[in-house]
């Protein structure tokens, strides 16, 4: 059974930094056909990816927020670790973690690239406010 | 970074309805287009993948197409648990992945 599920403080205040953790269950972190990121939702809007990490220890991160990002994994934890810094109140969100299906080999034995979330964690709802 | 724009931003049907939802890639992404559904408070649900292939256990009544730039979720008959908020995705580049704005599915 596939699990995440996300920790950390639901408070932080303007300026400080966010460290949230993803501990999964189920598959592991090195497996090359997964991968792990952290995606965000402020209260009524849109989902917003931040950061992925590959099974190879490859790390991608959205462009507008890449100076602020660093995601990083300990496999023998089955963690998944995302600091965030100088947070703003703009930053309220609920931050969830998600396994991406990264490929797939077809009938023919093709490498087919895939990119899909297939299991979510709950979610965690992170404030910023002093 | 590839920019995804779904419309309706927000829609009106009722049960038993025929329903479309559109998303648009401002670049071609061939057939790297997933669809999610979300319901208040809930995580995303994964519903199609790859444009077209549908997620195990995801009813037979959610359909995708397209490919390119332009792509269409279609329920065939909606039912009361399908009014819920749908995103498209794409995973073109896994680097920058990229979600449509959403489009919320009311009752009416």
């Known amino acids: 059974q596939v699990t995440l599920k996300e920790s950390g403080p639901v408070l932080v205040k303007p300026t400080e930094t966010l460290t949230l953790t993803c501990t999964v269950s189920g598959f592991s972190l090195s497996n090359a056909r997964m991968g792990v990121s952290w995606i965000r939702q402020p209260p009524g809007k849109a989902l917003e990816w931040l950061a992925h990490?590959?099974?190879?220890?490859?790390?991608s991160y959205s462009t507008s927020l890449k100076s602020r990002l660093t995601i990083s994994k300990d496999t023998s934890k089955s963690q998944v670790v995302l600091t965030m810094t100088n947070m703003d109140p703009v930053d309220t969100a609920t931050y969830y973690c998600?396994?991406?299906?990264?490929?797939?080999?077809?009938?023919?034995?093709?490498?087919?690239?895939?990119?899909?979330?297939?299991?979510w964690g709950q979610g965690t709802l992170v404030t910023v406010s002093s | 970074d590839i920019q995804m724009t779904q419309s309706p931003s927000s829609l009106s049907a009722s049960v038993g309805d025929r329903v479309t939802i559109t998303c648009r890639a401002s670049?071609?992404?061939?057939?790297?287009l997933n669809w999610y559904q979300q319901k208040p408070g809930k995580a995303p649900k994964l519903l199609i993948y790859?444009?077209?292939s549908l997620q195990s256990g995801v009813p037979s009544r959610f359909s995708g197409s397209g490919s390119g730039t332009d792509f269409t979720l279609t329920i065939s008959s909606l039912q009361p648990e399908d009014f819920a908020t749908y995103y498209c995705q794409q995973s073109y580049s896994t680097l920058t992945i990229t979600f449509g704005q959403g489009t919320r599915l009311e009752i009416k």
């Open positions: 990490i590959f099974s190879n220890d490859e790390k």
């Open positions: 670049q071609s992404i061939s057939s790297y």
């Open positions: 790859a444009a077209s």
């Open positions: 998600a396994r991406m299906i990264t490929y797939y080999y077809d009938s023919s034995g093709y490498k087919r690239d895939l990119g899909y979330f297939d299991y």
